[in-house]
């Protein structure tokens, strides 16, 4: 019974995601430091015309902020949502696991050696410091014996994203382009590339995919990894694919728009508590409401400290740390069993 | 037995001492303008009268290196005493969030008195003074729900106590980032010297602000640090000693969270040296804290002023902030304690 209303409520947030996608970017392009007119909208779609300031600000930088918050929302809570579910552990997500930082270290490292790369290879370098992120973490925390556990994969991963981010810092001020480099660190939203913006969607499809594919697996897998061995999963090919999505997902988001925390905490567990463990709707309803999310808390950033923008993780830190306080509060140091 | 630890002791003392001068040799010789050691003996005993040197060594060189030596003092000694108190080794300011509370309470207090605080006049020397204050009421306030979220069944829960700190350390780290962007939009590097902790703008008011502080508190610490070792065993017996043991412990934490916001309210978060320190001084001279708490502040001392000798150099001319320095030191030394702890049954 208690089963059947979550799994509606979870074909409800699928079957009406494009309508709420479509809201949430219309409010993200109507508002801001100069409001937009309802009927701007209409003219743009129907006779646009470029000498139009109010029609370029829309066209050029309202339009592709909103679509790469409500991607790159969706991508991180999918991303946060696989790593929860197959390391069993609420405090796994791509921001405390360093694999934001990682990706960051990266793209830094690009900057200041090929300054100038082009959108693809930016994502590509990205992609490449996610999996060493998070191969860093991971290879560390499971060399120790229960290293894996909350607590103690919540430490590693949080000291080496700040090594991780100290380098980066570190090569940033010495190739002097700390300037540069800080607009990645603290994800503002402005400037979001449109060229990569198109390369995104292809590889949040194949995130998702390949999320999708081993979503069942996952399922089982939170379980337990002994509980689902026994059940004939394939574990360690679980796991990889896994990785290599959470991989693809993280990296671009943080080649869009930098890191961004919480994201991929948060809106999992939500989710969880909306619809229940299974995951075939748990990951496909976490990029939705992860998206509608990031999308609205852009939105707040461009107010709080108006006229200037805030920094959007700043905003997503104020609705994510009292969230981290209530789990530890709830779960402490146990692992969970869903 | 005593005697030989006394030998130990003075042993360990002097060799870090001979550390410690070797870092402020390193740190006052170099830098865009170099000088040799004569050039600097003449120039600190009055016997030189070059003006360009006075100028270099009194206004920028030594101030750095005091205040360096007093901050990375003062959270040897911090550190040392959250690692005794809580009964973990893995305790530090930084990782508790005290650094980043007592931070934000510090910018709030120069978002409110920015204007006081640059003037040259006697307004502007009690406005500093009395930024040591205001951090600690942000510390103080980080520690409390620290406390609170992490409380269960009459003990403090280990896990959820480091669990906390970290997440109010991200907090409020991001309240510090929105309020220093208010006060100037364009002025990250501001911002970010809050976040990660530098004092490439040292100056003599800053040294007289914090220098109160750690003497005071320091002094009591010390005169407190027997009772560190009884913390050790288990509460009851504690209790059983006839030590006063809750009344004692917040005793102790609250003084080194001031020692804690002195040193923020003139460097910024600097984290892991109130972690490395205590262990460090532990290794040479045991577990005793009357001994290991004065090696501590030495050490504490001597990483700090080597870090910000590197932080100097290494980039030169460009600058890296300390905290990022000490944190690229910290952190390897950090995940080998972490993996020693889970290999002895932790």
């Known amino acids: ?338 | 037995m005593q005697h030989k630890l006394g030998l130990k002791l003075v042993r360990s003392g002097l060799i870090i001492l001979a550390f410690l001068l070797l870092a402020i040799y390193l740190h006052i010789t170099s830098g865009s303008y170099t000088m040799t050691l004569r050039e600097i003996f003449r120039t600190l005993f009055g016997l030189n009268d070059d003006r360009k040197l006075e100028l270099v060594i009194f206004q920028f060189r030594l101030p750095r290196i005091v205040i360096g030596a007093l901050v990375g003092a003062g959270l040897g000694i911090a550190g040392a005493v959250m690692q005794g108190v809580t009964r973990n080794g893995l305790a530090d300011p930084g990782i508790l969030g005290i650094n980043a509370g007592a931070g934000t309470a510090i910018v709030v207090y120069i978002f409110f008195f920015q204007e006081m605080i640059q003037s040259e006049s006697i307004g502007g020397w009690l406005a500093v003074l009395m930024m040591p204050i205001f951090g600690f009421i942000g510390g103080l306030l980080v520690a409390l729900l620290i406390f609170v979220f992490s409380w269960r069944q009459d003990t403090l829960d280990m896990q959820r106590l480091i669990l906390t700190g970290i997440a109010l350390g991200t907090g409020f780290g991001a309240l510090s980032l929105y309020i220093s962007l208010k006060m100037n939009a364009n002025d990250f590097e501001m911002a970010a010297v809050w976040t990660s902790g530098s004092i490439y703008n040292a100056n003599w008011i800053y040294i007289y602000a914090m220098l109160p502080w750690i003497i005071c508190l320091g002094a009591l610490l010390y005169r407190k640090s027997y009772l560190l070792n009884y913390f050790q065993l288990h509460d009851n017996s504690v209790r059983s000693l006839g030590i006063r043991n809750e009344k004692e412990k917040a005793i102790l934490l609250l003084a080194s969270i001031g020692l804690v916001s002195a040193c923020v309210s003139v460097s910024g978060g600097i984290a892991f040296v109130g972690l490395i320190a205590p262990h460090i001084s532990r290794r040479l001279v045991g577990n005793d804290y009357r001994y290991s708490m004065p090696i501590s502040a030495l050490t504490g001392m001597v990483l700090l002023v080597f870090c910000d000798y590197i932080a100097k150099t290494v980039f030169a001319p460009a600058e890296l902030a300390v905290g990022i320095a000490v944190s690229i030191i910290g952190v390897p030394y950090f995940l080998y304690l972490l993996a020693r702890a889970n290999r002895g049954g932790g």
């Open chain 1, 1 to 338: 019974m208690q089963h059947q209303k979550k799994n509606r409520l979870a074909w409800l947030v699928l079957f009406t995601a494009p309508l709420t996608g479509a809201l949430v970017v219309l409010i993200s392009v109507l508002y801001g430091v100069k409001e937009m007119p309802l009927h701007t909208i209409w003219d743009v779609i129907f006779h646009y015309n470029a000498t139009n300031v109010n029609h370029t600000i829309l066209l050029s930088a309202r339009l592709p902020r909103a679509l790469a918050a409500l991607l790159v929302g969706a991508f991180l809570a999918i991303a946060g949502a696989i790593m929860q579910g197959i390391t069993r552990n609420y405090l796994a997500s791509p921001s405390i696991m360093g694999v934001n930082d990682g990706s960051a270290l990266v793209i830094t490292l690009c900057m200041v050696l090929a300054p100038g790369l082009s959108g693809h290879m930016m994502i590509i370098c990205s992609m490449a410091g996610s999996a060493v992120g998070a191969g860093i973490v991971f290879g560390f925390a499971s060399l120790l014996r229960n290293g894996l556990a909350p607590v103690q994969l919540a430490i590693i991963g949080t000291v080496i994203g700040t090594f991780l981010s100290g380098f980066a810092a570190a090569f940033a001020s010495y190739y002097q382009v700390s300037q540069n480099v800080s607009i990645w660190y603290n994800a503002r939203m402005d400037g979001v590339d449109v060229h990569m913006l198109k390369l995104a969607v292809p590889l949040g499809i194949i995130g998702l995919v390949l999320a999708m594919a081993v979503s069942k697996s996952v399922t089982v897998m939170a379980l337990g990894e002994e509980m689902a061995a026994g059940l004939g999963q394939k574990t360690f090919y679980i796991k990889l694919i896994s990785m290599l999505s959470v991989v693809c997902l993280t990296g671009t988001a943080v080649a869009l728009v930098g890191k961004i925390a919480f994201v991929g905490l948060v809106v999992p567990h939500i989710t969880r508590f909306l619809i229940g463990v299974d995951y075939r709707l748990l990951i496909p309803c976490s990029a939705v409401i992860g998206g509608v999310f990031l999308c609205l808390s852009d939105v707040v950033s461009r107010f709080i400290n108006a006229p200037f923008e805030t920094p959007i993780g700043v905003v997503t830190a104020f609705i994510g740390v009292p969230f981290f306080l209530y789990l530890i509060w709830q779960k402490g140091g146990k692992k969970y069993a869903a």
